[in-house]
């Protein structure tokens, strides 16, 4: 039997991974080990639920206002000594976080395989996204096996001269989509109501996400209150805001639109809650990597508020327009976007078909046993 040890930290590694790791488990030829880092615990731990995961392995790495040096410099000598204790034959990560990175080296070092699951995305801009556009590259060349989303993706690791080991799998995030629709209907409905339970169906509601550390400070202040300078008064529109919990988020949300009346800021929404307003929402403001492969499911329209992305194939496939945080721009776009000007134009996620994670184990399968 192959133990397999899969490492993530986070909730978009968590709803990623998830369904890779309920297909890993149909495999009676593999053991598989739960790990978790927990750098963001709170949200993790909301994702473990919804999905029935239970870790093997709690690391516990989650400090406030932790620097990438503490939680790097902890990550590798913890995972470091857990692999000298479980002695896996493969590691699997996923994308291009913090915990990923730490995770492939530890295996390298270790002389470990690894599986890095959505591999290949890059907007060729080392600081935006910060640091994962190193992380995911750095990731993509400690690897063995590259499960590729798109054909994009597979495009960009060729171009760094990784040719081998690849495959398209598309992306695991439509399998925990497609799985979260199928198998918790009547909670979604449930779950929504819960969010906006005086929600007159009237009202077009728009759902904003934005967190990434290159928006931190006078970028993030800057979109929110263009967003607050054209929506605030409008009665025909609802802003839903699940505000981060990290303080450098968390202060200037509140700042800006705590006082604007038909915005609401709520915690962090688990994923069923998230998925069931994102599936209502008219249109979507977001920094979020998974929200940009999630909304072309439900033909929600999504405004990126980043002035790079590594998911061309929303713009290209008519889901969404790169807007950045440039206020004049956010309030250009937002103004053809509330008139009824922008709607998508694709015909089907770009970004896969709910198979993903199917492809990958039966990767890992003919190759490891």
């Known amino acids: 039997m192959k133990r397999i040890v899969v490492v993530y930290g986070t909730r978009p590694e968590a709803i990623k991974l998830a369904p890779v790791i309920m297909e890993l488990r149909k495999v009676s030829e593999f053991e598989t080990v739960i790990v978790v880092t927990a750098q963001h615990r709170e949200l993790l731990d909301m994702m473990n639920t919804i999905f029935g995961i239970t870790p093997d392995v709690d690391l516990d790495l989650m400090k406030e206002r932790q620097s990438l040096e503490d939680l790097s410099s902890r990550a590798l000598k913890k995972l470091s000594e857990l692999f000298d204790d479980l002695r896996p034959d493969l590691v699997v990560v996923q994308g291009d976080t913090t915990t990923a990175f730490i995770a492939a080296l530890a295996s390298f070092y270790k002389r470990v395989p690894v599986a890095h699951v959505e591999a290949g995305l890059r907007t060729n801009n080392r600081y935006s996204p ?24 597979v495009d960009n690791l060729a171009q760094e001269g990784i040719k081998e080991n690849v495959w398209i799998t598309g992306n695991t995030v439509v399998d925990a989509l497609f799985w979260m629709v199928n198998e918790k209907k009547e909670e ?25 550390r290159e928006n931190w400070g006078e970028p993030m202040r800057r979109a929110l209150t263009a967003l607050k300078n054209l929506i605030e008064g409008r009665n025909d529109f609802l802003v839903v805001y699940p505000v981060h919990p990290n303080p450098a988020v968390k202060k200037v ?13 709520t915690n962090p929404l688990d994923y069923l809650s998230m998925i069931a307003v994102m599936s209502k929402s008219y249109a979507v403001l977001t920094d979020s990597g998974g929200i940009q492969e999630e909304a072309p499911s439900f033909r929600v329209p ?54 993903a994670s199917k492809r990958i184990v039966e990767v890992l399968l003919s190759h490891l046993v």
């Open 130 to 153: 910060f640091p994962e556009e190193i992380n995911r590259r750095l990731i993509s060349h400690l690897a063995t096996f590259h499960f590729a989303p798109t054909k994009k993706a």
């Open 188 to 212: 979604l409905e449930k779950a929504f109501l819960r969010v906006l339970p005086g929600f007159d169906g009237k009202t077009r509601l728009l759902l904003l996400t934005m967190h990434r």
């Open 253 to 265: 949300a509140y700042e800006v639109l705590e006082d604007v009346s038909n915005v609401f800021l």
């Open 302 to 355: 999504v405004l990126v508020l980043r002035d790079t992305t590594e998911r061309p194939e929303l713009i290209e496939s008519g889901f969404g327009k790169l807007v950045g945080t440039d206020p004049e721009t956010i309030k250009s776009e937002l103004k053809v976007l509330l008139n009824g000007g922008f709607s998508v134009s694709g015909e089907k996620n770009p970004f896969g078909d709910g198979k």
